[in-house]
């Protein structure tokens, strides 16, 4: 059935030109909105119209919601896609669009109040005997109130954020003394990221793996599950790799951890894409951290192991169809990992290196994916976040994955700037990667030793170990 409809995509980047393929691929008009910076970006050029909503900063065009909504009821758009990041999780725009009386692609302004607010989704998750980590019931008032918590389940902590994503708003406090200045340092980056200082705490896991759980859902109570993916490698909360299924998941914890994420998505009501969060120690316990209300960045690997177009889906829902797929037709076809790339320099501690791409060459071959948004003589902006592309791979097994993921990573040529391109590639060497023996400490050790032998032994150790699997 075709959908007779216009979206706009309240986004830009890569997420951006994916939306506008999935919506072209079904035979939906689309609106892309831009800055001044971005008048350039593909996103731009594929849609079937362009909207400049302000200049270079965030605030005066892709979080200036009264121009979003200008540029949507303008074009006579029926729905708003968010992507991710900038407006995508603010329960604020999502009720100004539903009074709009322009659909939303997404989960509805009060499920996503409750589930944006991570202090009242513990609650939730609680309430439904899902295990939550250990901290504050609730946001925390101010130091004191913090440091009795911190005293009754004992250091180290985290301030987590409570309107936070995307690895933003969270430290480690380990003492009495350090617990001032880290709580400080932490609101106002929750206040500066989010709008929002609230934070909440709860107990520091040392190097657990970050396993998260995709689910869909729709308005007739269809709930299903797309298995998790591990998002583990990360540097300083932000990931860089991603692959699914998790190799630290046996199949009965698969089970719990997918019931788990339906039975909290049930619970709130929850419609279109989420993903729930977990942490899974080294015990194999697992503990609810929080749900992403959104479409995530690392959705691609889910979709190559499932066959399940999660965009297209999140668009049926919002216009009112039932899921196309059932829970029992839902298998795991393979393994499948992602490398994020990004315009950053890792030898000079990831500082963004925005300026024009030369040239480029994309990887491909059966199996193979490049979401970007990069081209020839495209001029990669300072204003926003630094990732120009992801690269996926899906092969049978975790090992042939990994091979095929350095072959495409091989092949990916981008010139005319610096890159995370090899610091990836070289990640795919690593013996406790190829092994799956890897937490979220796992970055941190290897970026010493990334430095410490940059220019000798990790190149040569790389091309010993090519052939080692």
């Known amino acids: 059935m075709q959908i007779q409809n216009k979206i706009l995509v309240a986004n830009r980047g890569e997420i951006a030109v994916r939306i506008i393929r999935a919506a072209k691929e079904m035979g939906i008009a689309t609106v892309a909105v831009y800055s001044t910076a971005d008048k350039d970006s593909l996103h731009v050029d594929l849609a079937d119209e362009a909207v400049c909503i302000g200049s270079e900063r965030s605030k005066d065009s892709y979080l200036n919601m009264n121009r979003i909504l200008s540029a949507a009821i303008s074009t006579g758009c029926t729905a708003i896609h968010p992507g991710y990041g900038f407006l995508s999780e603010n329960p604020k725009f999502v009720k100004l669009v539903e009074e709009c009386n322009i659909k939303f692609i997404g989960p509805k302004s009060e499920v996503m109040e409750k589930m944006g607010k991570k202090a009242e989704a513990r609650k939730i998750a609680k309430k439904n005997l899902v295990p939550i980590i250990e901290g504050s019931n609730d946001i925390i008032k101010d130091v004191q109130e913090g440091m009795a918590v911190a005293k009754r389940i004992g250091y180290p902590v985290m301030f987590k954020a409570t309107s936070g994503g995307g690895g933003r708003g969270i430290n480690v406090v380990y003492s009495d003394q350090d617990f001032l200045k880290v709580f400080e340092k932490t609101s106002l980056e929750a206040e500066t990221s989010f709008g929002d200082k609230a934070l909440y705490i709860e107990k520091y896991i040392d190097n657990p793996r970050h396993v998260e759980v995709q689910i869909l859902a729709d308005d007739y109570g269809n709930v299903v599950h797309l298995f998790e993916r591990d998002c583990s490698l990360q540097r300083r ?233």
Not at 290 to 308: D, K, L, S
Not at 315 to 338: T, Y
Not at 358 to 375: A, C, N, Q, T, W
């Open 237 to 469: 909360n932000q990931k860089m790799i991603e692959e699914a299924p998790s190799n630290a998941v046996n199949e009965l914890l698969r089970r719990k951890l997918g019931m788990a994420a339906i039975k909290i998505a049930k619970a709130v009501g929850y419609t279109s894409a989420g993903t729930i969060e977990f942490l899974v120690d080294n015990k194999g316990k697992y503990y609810f951290i929080e749900m992403n209300a959104r479409i995530q960045v690392e959705h691609p690997v889910t979709e190559m192991i499932t066959g399940v177009d999660i965009v297209k889906e999140q668009i049926r829902v919002a216009f009112g169809q039932a899921l196309s797929i059932k829970q029992r037709d839902i298998k795991i076809l393979g393994h499948a990992i992602e490398c994020r790339i990004t315009a950053e320099d890792p030898v000079n501690n990831f500082m963004p290196t925005p300026g024009r791409i030369k040239r480029i060459l994309v990887p491909g071959g059966m199996g193979v994916r490049f979401d970007s948004f990069i081209y020839p003589d495209y001029d990669v902006q300072p204003f926003y976040d630094s990732m120009i592309g992801k690269v996926i791979v899906v092969a049978p097994t975790r090992i042939e994955a990994i091979r095929k993921m350095r072959v495409a990573l091989e092949q990916l040529v981008i010139e005319g700037i610096k890159t995370n391109l090899e610091y990836v590639y070289l990640i795919t060497h690593h013996p406790d990667f190829i092994r799956g023996n890897y937490d979220t400490g796992f970055v941190a050790k290897f970026h010493s030793l990334f430095l410490e032998e940059y220019h000798e032994t990790i190149v040569k150790w790389a091309k010993k170990t090519i052939n080692w699997i």
